[in-house]
């Protein structure tokens, strides 16, 4: 049969954690002769003894050899093999000197007495070589037992009904029965143990593979229940008949206490972050129809958070303008786009407008198994700010836009002044044929024409300034650069004229449409080409030239810009000429290139100046033409974001 320490010892090897034999114990020098010769004192005393009393009670041969055998055995589990020799020898001699015949000699009368002899030597010799092997083997196990109390985790080694064999010190402080108490005991109804899947499939798998794995809960001495990582190892001998199981297992209880604890925390940075930065997450399985919204997602949507969530409940607070464009992206999404960026408004219940950011992207796309998970985000703030802005720009915009009308006065009277003096003269004219005793209605509905051309040109203009003086919000449509360079030439060439330059047009011709503004962009030009001959109002040595000039860029952008041949840009004072509020002129606003840079920046261009090479100035625009703009619309409602 067995021993515990056996079964123990064998598992851990065929678990391959064997610990290592004994280290043998190290002693000095000094103390191992000390104890030698203590021992070997108290040796040769002893069978000092032992032969007096045998001697004295008189003992036949076999009693004596068996005396002395014990003895010599004794002694030999104090030392190492020399001792033993050492005992054995003394022994043997005593024997002959006190108990063969002749006593008291060494020599042998009788020579049936040196088998008697040698086979007291030789059986002494066997028994000490196999007790003290005993002794080795025992001190291994006793060693190899201590190192699995060293460990931490639980080892329980159990026979096939389940009564602990082994219960190492780790067990002991993690149940608290100590390892008297648990060992006999059934390590089920000990610990009241609890499978995650019933007992039966549990020990199928064991006998099957060798090992199982697992979570268990056991409960501990004082009724805590604890939570174990644990793995069974099954122990089977040479024939394959199971013989035990070694449990060992590891309290993972604080282990997921701490991982719940860091879970909790961690859920609530996360809301605190979703409710800083007014993001909330969603997650929505179009399969099962499943929808999950963090907490931020519903407070950004307004609902309160016992709803259950539904796409539907997302489309009731879209604004109903932006529904259909969103409900288009998500089909869209679902046929063939991984990734979403979408911006709409929502309509809250009280009528205010909210607008909100979705950035959605599929999380696994198996067969017909989609799971999409996304972002979204409260941009209201964000895009009031925007548009306070914006409306701030255009009040500036206005403002300077007035301020060039100022200057441009003379002109425009001039402009309408020429179709009113022409529908004056016409009008006299045209009344002068009718006067005529045979009034010529020929030559007074010609007039009455001219009348009516002049009156429309007088009108355009004045709709024109108009359009320039008046706050109006921006109305981005299509247009032609051409149209708007025109408007500008007829605008100012009487203010070029009066500052004695000339203004000459060259247009690339067929340039493709762009979508902007026309009075912003109107302004702009005019912006350029009043400094251009501000520029050029000291130049007396060369002519005054103002160069309007249009052509497509290499990166298909439309670009144009108005050169002159005035003093040109002072080196110190190229980067500030953007700047608010910066100007060299004595009555100068300096918001004329400012407003310039935010009117073509809101177009999705860009603005440029730079000197000439001999002379002068070049003011240097480029915008996006109409089709890139489709392009755009495009991406941000994220259908090509794949
Ligand atoms: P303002 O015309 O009221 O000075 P702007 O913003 O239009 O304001 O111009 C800022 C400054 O840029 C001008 O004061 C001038 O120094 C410089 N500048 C603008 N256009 C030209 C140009 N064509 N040539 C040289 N300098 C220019």
Known sequence: MRSAFQIVNEIVEAIDHAPRPAVPRVTSAATYVRRMVVLWFVGFVALGLITFACYESGFDGTTTHCVFLVAVVMLSFADSVISSLVFCAVATLLIDYFFAQPVLSFHLRDSADVPSLISFVVASLIITALVRRMQVLS???RDQAKLLDLSRDAVIVRNMDGVVLYWNQGAADLFGWTSNEAVGQISQTLLGTRFPTPFEEVNSALLR???????????KRDGAEVVMSSRWYLHCDDSGRPLATLENGNDIGVRKRAEDALRCSQAAFLAEAQSLSLTGSFGWDIRSGEVYWSNQTFHIFEYELDVSPTFD????????DDRERLEQTIEQMIHSIAKVDFECRLLMSDGRVKFVRAVVRASTVEGDDQH????VMDITAARKAETQLQDAQNELARVTRATTLGELSSTIAHEVNQPLNGIVIDSEAGLRWLKRPAPNICEASACLERVVENARRAAQIIKRIRALATKGVAQVVPLELDDVVNDVVSLTQREVASYRASMRVNLEPALPPLLGDRVQLQQVLINLVMNGIQAMDAISDRPRDLLIESWLDEAGNIAFAVRDSGTGIRAELEGRLFEAFFSTKPRGMGMGLSV?????????????????????ATFQCSLPPLESHYDLNHDRTGHAAQ
Not at 209 to 219: I, N, Q, R, S
């Open 139 to 141: 001190d291994v196990r």
């Open 209 to 219: 593979t060798g090992k199982w794995e697992g979570e268990l809960v056991h409960t």
């Open 313 to 320: 409940l997302i489309l009731q607070r879209v604004h109903p």
């Open 372 to 375: 999409y998970i996304g972002a």
């Open 596 to 616: 310039c840079r935010s009117i073509i920046h809101a177009h999705g261009g860009q603005i440029c100046a730079f000197n000439n090479e001999v002379h002068g």
